[in-house]
């Protein structure tokens, strides 16, 4: 049976060539993280739902904007068996692999399916796509709330 844990990964070094070369803008690594944060904390509150873009990279995504912004209300449960898979060695790697992850998401339309068919490594027991489901209940609940 796959796992999550069999899932395509993105290649370190391509994630730190696209900091390099689009990320950064002169700024330091610590700097750029928190901009990008703050500015899907932003959107967040704008519109909940879109978390669901970020698909397993969220747990991790949650977890910085939890411990880099003062005042987020997105709640504090964070899946700690996906955030262990899908996190890169640096903040503003995994960063960038999150951002990289929803655009495509985003161009595709699917900006608010929780639903995510990851691919799976081709000496996987099962190699069909792995159906992640975003379901973060902090988030749901904030849905629920704003409508």
């Not at 070094?13 to 330091?28: N, S």
């Not at 904390?41 to 912004?69: C, I, T």
Request: proline letters at 5%; a negative charge.
């Amino acid at each position: 049976m796959t796992t999550l844990i069999d899932t395509v990964m993105p290649v370190e070094d391509d994630i730190e060539q696209v900091l390099q070369v689009d990320g950064l803008a002169g700024r330091t690594e610590d700097a750029f993280t928190a901009a990008y944060l703050s500015n899907v904390a932003v959107q967040l509150h704008d519109n909940p739902a879109s978390y669901r873009s970020f698909g397993p990279w969220w747990p991790e995504v949650k977890r910085l904007m939890s411990e880099n912004l003062a005042n987020q209300d997105f709640g504090q449960s964070i899946d700690v068996d996906v955030k262990a898979i899908y996190c890169l060695t640096r903040p503003a790697l995994t960063v960038i692999a999150a951002h990289l992850y929803r655009a495509e998401r985003i161009d595709s339309g699917y900006l608010y399916s929780a639903y995510h068919e990851l691919p799976v490594h081709d000496d996987a027991d099962d190699t069909e796509p792995y159906l992640y489901v975003s379901a973060d209940e902090d988030m749901e609940k904030l849905i629920a709330i704003r409508g």
